[in-house]
């Protein structure tokens, strides 16, 4: 059974200026034991996807659409099946995690929270013994359980997060921009304890960033968020390599690859900002920044089409290779 | 034509007084030259030292050793000669929506600094010039926005008029794009290239990108725990790395296919405790591969103290193997 499932997920927040869509339709699958990467900008929903999956949405947000994990409607779960979802089956590494742990408590402390409050050990003693062991997992030496989060470094914080993420042995697991505030270093050891996880244990991985590049090299499959849809879906070397959308083509181009004669003292970028999810252009969303518009895209609001075998994109031109 | 560079560190250093009494040397005897129209990357990771050497560069550190000269003059550090120094130099910070004041409009963010200094003349015509420099035309639509009714992009253009409305000679850009959605982040670089270009103005970039650095940089600075550790062409540095630390750099860098991955364990020392030998020796993978056994510098790696790299142009690495090597190969 397919681990996570997304079918036609909406989610609107209710604000002051009227009703915004962050969310607009998104289909996606995850199978356990793989990677799937959510990249997009700021205002493209991705990490509203990501706190649709464990309800975790404030009280503003409508939510329609079937989230299903291990074929269960997480929206239809009463709270008490939700909470012991949350954690057990599925947890999230949020973003700016750096900021999330408690600078009062020590780090044995945090980590032994959800196993004690999910019943994974009984005793103050077994839950100890299995937070070393956590901390062994994600590759911090077991004394830093003592240790308060402020002698800890940056990539060491983030450690810790996602031991905390596998306490209860989740299936599960959602990665919010986890190497956003890391440096390059530290970011590839976080990818590759990631990579390693879902490899080692089987759970299913879900990262989520801005970065194409990042979620190539630990993605099996990417997705590629554009106000609030699902703009182009495949392999992850598919859509890095032969990206069928021009928005992915331009975010692709944003991170050079050093050594590229094309890209010295030719930085490339699109014009204008990706748009405000309350106020969204008519037909193609991305139309106003779009280098290959015509006139049809300004009307025509393109949906996901066939590109390849497993390869998705929704624009206009997609249509045209495939069927002439 | 004034030749000396635009600005200049000549054997710089900066400590700090770290908890317990120690002291970190956050930059340790730093050779680097800027010139004119010149855009030189400056990179490495957090804790390396490149943003104590940049505010050191922009006057606002005073340097425990070693001066900063400006078109060849030495900075000096009285009131009256920083306030003129930093027209002339003017910082860029990374997160453009944390320097504006959310109160202030548009026209009263670009026209400050004006009004700092005492600029005579007409200051509505600098900021339009300003504005218009940075591709916000019609200027005068923009003057009474405030910085939350504008896009990062946006914002983040503003903060560059800010600087250019004094017709510096330098802009020191600390991170300038990080904070940016990919998407703009090209054409705020693409927008750092015109002003040189334009203006001829010169431009050091602090950065951990190195995507950034090969998008517009002309000179590298790679700079490890306090000392730039290799530097050139960024040409040469990015396509044939010297220093064991710059292909580990490189190599981890998804953007950069041909490598294969050095994850470095651990994270930057504590520049308040050095290592002995060369500062690279712990993490370095030539010295636990014993490839600097192999040439023989292993000692050196671990105990010889290494010259200060000079402030040239060419591509050169301060590190005991690559030179071992070069010498290798020139006998």
Known sequence: MTLLQLEDVSVTYRTADGPVPAVRGVSLELEAGSTLGIAGESGSGKSTVAATVLRLNPASATVTGRVLLDGEDVLGMNFGRLRAVRWAEASIVFQGALHSLNPLQKIGRQVAEPVLLHGQADTRRGADAMTRELLGQVGLPPRLASSYPHQLSGGQKQRVMIAMALACGPRLIIADEPTTALDVMVQAQVLDLLTALVHDLGVGLVVISHDLSVLGTTCDRLAVMYAGRVVEEGPSADVLDRARHPYTRALSAAYPTIGDPAARFAPRGLPGDPPWPGDLPAGCPFHPRCPEAVDVCRTEDVRLRPAAPGHQAACVHVAAEVTG | MNSRPVLEAAGLSTSFRARGGRVARAVDGVDLELGRGEIVALVGESGCGKTTLARTLLGLERPSAGQVL?????????????????????????????????????????????????????????????????????????????????????????????????????????????????????????????????????????????????????????????????????????ADPSHPYTRALLSVVPESHHLEPVVLAGEPPDPTRMPAGCRFHPRCPQLASGEAAAAGVDGECRAGSLPVLPASKEHAAACFLSAARQGMLTD
Do not use: C
């Open chain 2, 70 to 238: 400006v078109g060849g003059v030495p900075l000096r550090y009285d009131g009256r000669a920083l306030k003129a120094f930093r027209r002339r130099v003017q910082l860029v910070l990374q997160d453009p929506t944390g320097s504006l004041n959310p109160r202030h409009t548009v026209y009263e963010a670009v026209a400050e600094g004006l009004r700092v200094h005492g600029v005579a003349g007409d200051e509505q015509q600098r900021v339009v010039d300003a504005l218009s420099r940075v591709g916000m035309r019609p200027a005068e639509r923009y003057f009474l926005r405030y910085p939350h009714e504008l896009s990062g992009g946006q914002r983040q253009r503003v903060v560059i008029a800010g600087a250019l409305v004094l017709e510096p000679e330098v802009l020191v850009a600390d991170e300038p794009v990080s904070s940016l959605d990919a998407s703009v982040r090209g054409e705020i670089l693409a927008l750092l290239l015109q002003l040189r270009d334009e203006l001829g103005l010169s431009v050091l970039v602090v950065t951990h990108d190195l995507g950034l650095a090969w998008n517009i940089a002309d000179r590298i600075a790679v700079m490890y725990l306090g000392r730039i550790v290799e530097s050139g062409p960024t040409e040469q540095v990015l």
